[in-house]
């Protein structure tokens, strides 16, 4: 098996692992592993242990997204789930008051997410979102709770959601797509575009390109 098919399986098994509620399967090291480095390459351009700790004293965004797969890999542990998985649960909560972000650890995400800035960032648990993701400032996805969007939203892959956008509902958004500041997304939208406005609305093709760096990890 080739370095690619390898990674390949990795991520598909990362993120089949992070699932929701009492459905979630057990998560292995390796697994765990990936998406901390995932996570830590998005944010620095590197792996290793000197910037492992920088980025955990000096980065709010990447000690957020450490701590939620660290809860998700020992609460998905039978023997962890109890003590440290309490624990690190805990440390989650601190962070979430502490930053203002509140992302659960049951919440289904791909490797690679990347959090620029924190403060008012609130995530649905029943949400997925798919493999190297930015989400900004102030952005919430959020269920729908009656009409023909009722639900939770899907993010596709390399999306880069802007300061203060809004994703409401049982909405798709495609691979590569780029949302706005501000904007507010409450139908789907396809691969690769631009959406900006209140509602969404699409203005260009040109994805996220130039949005989302960082991923060669």
Same mark, same amino acid.
């Given at each position: 098996?080739?370095?690619?098919?390898?990674? @390949?399986?990795?991520?598909?098994?990362?993120?089949?692992?992070?699932?929701?509620?009492?459905?979630?399967?057990?998560?292995?090291?390796?697994?765990?592993?990936? *998406?901390?480095?995932?996570?830590?390459?998005?944010?620095?351009?590197?792996?290793?242990?000197?910037?492992?700790?920088? #980025?955990?004293?000096? #980065?709010? =965004?990447?000690?957020?997204?450490?701590?939620?797969?660290?809860? $998700?890999?020992?609460?998905?542990?039978?023997?962890?789930?109890? !003590?440290? !998985?309490?624990?690190?649960? *805990?440390?989650?909560?601190?962070?979430?008051?502490?930053?203002?972000?509140?992302?659960?650890?049951?919440?289904?995400?791909?490797?690679?997410?990347?959090?620029?800035?924190?403060?008012?960032?609130?995530?649905?648990?029943?949400?997925?979102?798919?493999? #190297?993701?930015?989400?900004?400032?102030?952005?919430?996805?959020?269920?729908?709770?009656?009409?023909?969007? @009722? !639900?939770? $939203?899907?993010?596709?892959?390399?999306?880069?959601?802007?300061? =203060?956008?809004?994703?409401?509902?049982?909405? @798709?958004?495609?691979?590569?797509?780029?949302? !706005?500041?501000?904007?507010?997304?409450? @139908?789907?939208?396809?691969?690769?575009?631009?959406?900006?406005?209140?509602?969404?609305?699409?203005?260009?093709?040109?994805?996220? $390109?130039?949005?989302?760096?960082?991923?060669?990890?």
């Amino acid at each position: 098996m080739t370095t690619d098919e390898t990674t @390949k399986d990795i991520v598909a098994a990362a993120r089949s692992s992070v699932s929701v509620g009492r459905s979630r399967s057990a998560m292995s090291f390796s697994e765990y592993r990936f *998406l901390v480095r995932s996570d830590l390459y998005r944010h620095d351009g590197s792996t290793g242990p000197s910037g492992f700790l920088r #980025n955990m004293i000096l #980065n709010p =965004g990447f000690e957020y997204t450490f701590w939620m797969r660290t809860s $998700a890999f020992l609460s998905s542990r039978r023997i962890l789930r109890f !003590g440290f !998985g309490h624990f690190a649960r *805990l440390v989650l909560r601190h962070c979430s008051y502490k930053y203002g972000i509140s992302i659960s650890w049951r919440t289904k995400i791909g490797p690679g997410l990347y959090i620029g800035h924190f403060g008012q960032i609130v995530v649905h648990d029943r949400s997925v979102i798919g493999k #190297n993701c930015n989400i900004s400032q102030g952005v919430t996805i959020g269920q729908a709770n009656r009409g023909p969007r @009722k !639900g939770y $939203a899907t993010i596709g892959d390399y999306v880069y959601i802007g300061p =203060g956008a809004k994703i409401v509902g049982n909405v @798709k958004v495609g691979n590569n797509v780029a949302i !706005g500041a501000n904007c507010v997304v409450t @139908k789907d939208f396809p691969d690769n575009a631009v959406v900006v406005g209140v509602p969404g609305r699409i203005i260009s093709s040109e994805g996220s $390109a130039g949005y989302i760096n960082w991923t060669d990890y």
